[in-house]
C-alpha cells in the first residue's frame, strides 16, 4: 500500500525557513515525479514545485521561485522542500504528491498519490 506522509511543518515568523519532508513507501518510486502542494483556508490547492526523480528536473510556481528548492533522495524514497524567507501568505496546509511516471506534473490531476498534509503558519 503506497503511503506519503509529511512532516517538518510549523508555526515560524515572516522571514524565517523550514524544510518539509515527504516520506514514501509501499512501492518504488525511483522513476516518478513528485511535487508538493498547498491549500490555505477558503482556496483551492494550488501547484508549488515539482521534481523528476529521473535527472533532477525541477518547476517551481511562480509565488515561490528563488524562494523554495525542491530535493529528492531516491535511496530514502524521501522528497524535500526547503522554504526560505517565508512570508504570510505562505501560510497553507502543504500536502506532497507522487505521479504514476516521470514526466513532471503541474496540476493535482496529474498525481495519484497523496499525503496527509503538514500546516505551515508564517505570522507577521
Known amino acids: 500500500q503506497v503511503q506519503l506522509v509529511e512532516s517538518g511543518g510549523g508555526l515560524v515568523q515572516a522571514g524565517d525557513s523550514l524544510r518539509l519532508s515527504c516520506a514514501a513507501s509501499?512501492?518504488?518510486?525511483?522513476?516518478?515525479?513528485m511535487g508538493w502542494f498547498r491549500q490555505a483556508p477558503g482556496k483551492e490547492r494550488r501547484f508549488v514545485a515539482a521534481?523528476?526523480?529521473?535527472?533532477?528536473?525541477?518547476y517551481y510556481a511562480d509565488p515561490v521561485k528563488g524562494r523554495f528548492t525542491v530535493s529528492g533522495d531516491n535511496a530514502k524514497n524521501t522528497m524535500y522542500l526547503q522554504m526560505n524567507s517565508l512570508k504570510p501568505e505562505d501560510t497553507a496546509v502543504y500536502y506532497c504528491a507522487v505521479r504514476n511516471g516521470g514526466r513532471l506534473g503541474l496540476t493535482s490531476y496529474d498525481y495519484d498519490y497523496w499525503g496527509q498534509g503538514t500546516q505551515v503558519t508564517v505570522s507577521s
Open positions: 509501499g512501492r518504488d518510486f525511483s522513476s516518478h515525479s
Open positions: 521534481i523528476t526523480q529521473i535527472g533532477g528536473y525541477t
